[in-house]
């Protein structure tokens, strides 16, 4: 409009860039996802996408490759997996890389690496075999270890508890690292950060602190400066209560690290979120709306993530798993082809793992 009346000073010669600026602008989010998948496509991986034979989960494989991000690797039956890419209109399924459980080329040296794992926790090496060719988790997680992947996508068909069980057998947590998740919740203008939303019940102290930290540094990432929240039903002190001790540690071991970003608690949401409320506390160290949310337990973080998703529809990635040694990402068992792709090339560019 501006260019159409005359007040705009210069013509726009790339509408296309322009209209990315301006939703940049709105939300920095928009503009690092754009660059995630730019990363990916300079720098494609291999993906190992677990549970090819579902049409979302092939979809999102057969989007991955097309757009340049990198390489699917499918998991499943051959021919079923095949057939179902002819179906959705895949000329030559063939150049698609399939690997089998039951007669993949790999399984001798996957039986031989997991049994070794396993051998002095209970497992025979028929067990392991039995593992190897009958679940789709572990012998995906297998290929990564074995270096024929460099991430991992899965979740559809299992709960995401039983996924990080499955996959769990096969690959570690980083060194010093505890695992957790992370429900970004996008909105207009709006960025926040939720955890842990899926792993860890009731986090101590130094597990707070970890998760604080971590999360912070996945905001900055995705091109957010972190202000982190510690949550709780109290708002320094008022009401008292049981629960606060492990707050208040894992905030008195960020003040010992001095870890270069903005954090306070323990608080409720509305004293870390609503500008009148905090105002209400002006010896609060964050000086604008939380970002990022640690919440006390996985209950809360749990239902603040689907709640919001539901009630305040906001936009969800996530949850995106956090610590794992390798890039591993668990996709909602209600998830379409777009969430799974999205997933696949943060896990693909290293922003999130």
């Given at each position: 409009a501006a260019m159409d009346t005359g007040v705009a000073l210069a013509p726009i010669a790339d509408m296309d860039a322009y209209r990315r600026e301006l939703k940049a602008r709105l939300n920095p989010t928009s503009a690092v996802l754009t660059n995630t998948y730019e990363i990916a496509r300079a720098n494609p991986r291999r993906v190992v996408f677990a549970?090819?034979?579902?049409?979302?989960?092939?979809?999102a494989a057969i989007q991955f490759r097309d757009f340049g991000y990198g390489t699917p690797v499918l998991v499943g039956r051959t021919k079923a997996v095949a057939d179902k890419l002819h179906i959705l209109g895949v000329d030559r399924p063939g150049d698609f890389e399939i690997q089998n459980s039951a007669d993949s080329q790999h399984i001798p040296a996957m039986v031989d690496y997991l049994y070794k794992r396993l051998q002095r926790k209970g497992y025979t090496e028929r067990d392991?075999?039995?593992?190897?060719?009958?679940?789709?988790?572990v012998f995906a997680a297998l290929l990564v270890a074995l270096g024929h992947g460099d991430a991992l996508i899965s979740g559809l068909t299992r709960t995401f508890s039983q996924t990080v069980r499955e996959v769990n057998r096969v690959l570690d947590p980083k060194p010093d690292a505890v695992p957790f998740g992370i429900h970004m919740m996008i909105g207009k203008n709006h960025t926040t950060f939720l955890a842990d939303t899926t792993i860890n019940e009731r986090p101590s102290a130094p597990e707070l602190a970890h998760i604080a930290k971590e999360t912070a540094a996945v905001a900055r990432r995705m091109g957010h400066e972190p202000r982190v929240a510690f949550l709780s039903y109290s708002t320094f002190g008022n009401p008292s209560g049981q629960w606060l001790a492990n707050i208040r540690d894992a905030v008195a071991i960020l003040d010992a690290e001095e870890p270069g970003f903005e954090y306070e608690?323990?608080?409720?949401?509305?004293?870390?979120?609503?500008?009148?409320?905090?105002?209400?506390?002006?010896?609060?160290?964050?000086s604008g709306p939380a970002n990022v949310l640690i919440m006390p337990g996985l209950q809360s973080a749990n239902l603040s993530a689907k709640l919001l998703r539901e009630l305040g529809g906001d936009a969800t990635i996530g949850p995106m798993l956090i610590g794992m040694e390798k890039p591993v990402q668990i996709a909602p068992m209600t998830a379409i082809a777009p969430d799974v792709l999205t997933l696949a090339v943060l896990a693909s560019a290293g922003v999130v793992g």
């Open positions: 549970e090819a034979e579902e049409d979302v989960v092939l979809r392991v075999r039995r593992m190897v060719n009958q679940e789709r988790n608690g323990e608080m409720a949401p509305d004293a870390a979120l609503n500008p009148k409320v905090m105002a209400l506390y002006p010896f609060s160290r964050l």
